[in-house]
């Protein structure tokens, strides 16, 4: 197998885009998916300073890799959700991988925040895990962008992830989820930060190459709480259809963003937001969800 660019032996086989490439070529073909990407969706340039999440798995470090190569202004941030040995290991990754090259990074203690770990609120409170913590995240996240004035947030999402989420969205139909499931979410207001996902073009098999190539040290397990996570269910199915079809997930998904997700946005208006009278972030309602959650569990502390 020859690379499809130079010519020299080929160590990777990119079936959907029907290449093969050497290390330095693949490095080319990698680098030029995700300046597209940059460029295309404006998510930010060399001047922005660029907050990260960083949850230790191969896309957030290898994202994390891509970026400060490449001379981005990045901080990294790291939630440290209270999940046992997993929330260890993946702390522990990230705490040394920015050790190494002095990088900047945040640690945000879930427990230290709101006073319970993720395992303790599911534990309290009745609504799929997921969910919940999902919830937490985005509440601590544009508080903290917010507070320490960033104006981009980035995350390793991929185009697998991204497959998947979509397929869970049609297959229920969610208007609401399909008019902003997007690689770019420009902010609605002044509290909550852009959110950007550079890698939406490439695959998670991609991804791993790249971290070999670079030899990332990542996290390769599941986070123990996602067992029931319908998204490895449409994972899996996508990979079926992949596998007898190569290219399926990118026209899938790459299709919706190009020409399916427009017409959601002009269906679905733009909620109007206002700031919760407990928190002062933005929200639809009076109150927003983590401030009831957190009424929920006082109330509950109480009576006990
Ligand atoms: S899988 Fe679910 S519980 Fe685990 S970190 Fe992700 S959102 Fe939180
Ligand atoms: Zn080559
Ligand atoms: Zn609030």
């Known amino acids: 197998m020859k690379c499809t660019r130079c010519k020299k032996p080929a160590v990777v ?90 990088l900047p990074l945040w640690i945000v203690e879930v427990a230290k925040e709101i006073g319970w770990s993720i395992p303790d609120l599911t534990r309290r409170i009745r609504r799929p895990t997921c969910s919940l913590c999902g919830m937490i995240k985005r509440h601590l996240l544009n508080r903290f962008a917010w507070e320490n004035s960033f104006s981009v947030y980035t995350t390793g999402h991929n185009l697998d992830d991204e497959a998947a989420i979509l397929l869970g969205n049609v297959l229920h139909w969610q208007e609401d989820y399909l008019a902003h499931q997007s690689p770019v979410l420009p902010s609605p207001h002044p509290k909550m930060v852009k959110k950007v996902k550079p890698f939406y073009t490439l695959t998670g098999e991609e991804i791993k190459i790249y971290s070999s190539l670079h030899h990332l040290s990542y996290i390769d397990e599941r986070c123990p709480l996602s067992r029931k996570a319908k998204t490895w269910d449409y994972k899996e199915a996508l990979e079926l259809l992949e596998e007898r079809s190569p290219g399926t997930k990118h026209m899938f998904w790459l299709g919706f963003v190009e020409k399916g997700q427009s017409y959601f946005t002009k269906e679905v208006s733009p909620p109007e937001l206002r700031e919760c009278s407990v928190c002062g972030m933005p929200t639809t309602q009076e109150k927003c969800s983590f401030c009831k959650t957190m009424e929920r569990l006082e109330r509950k502390g109480a009576s006990e």
């Open 13 to 102: 086989k990119i079936r959907r885009h029907n290449s093969a490439f050497c290390p330095t070529c693949f490095d080319l073909f990698f680098s030029r998916q995700v300046e597209n990407a940059i460029r295309r969706g404006q998510m930010f340039t060399r001047d922005d300073r660029i907050l990260l999440g960083v949850s230790g798995g191969k896309d957030s470090m290898a994202l994390w890799h891509y970026l400060v190569e490449a001379g981005y202004r990045v901080e990294a941030i790291h939630f440290d959700l209270g999940i046992g040995d997993h929330s260890l290991h993946s702390r522990s990754l990230v705490e040394e991988f920015a050790r190494q090259d002095s």
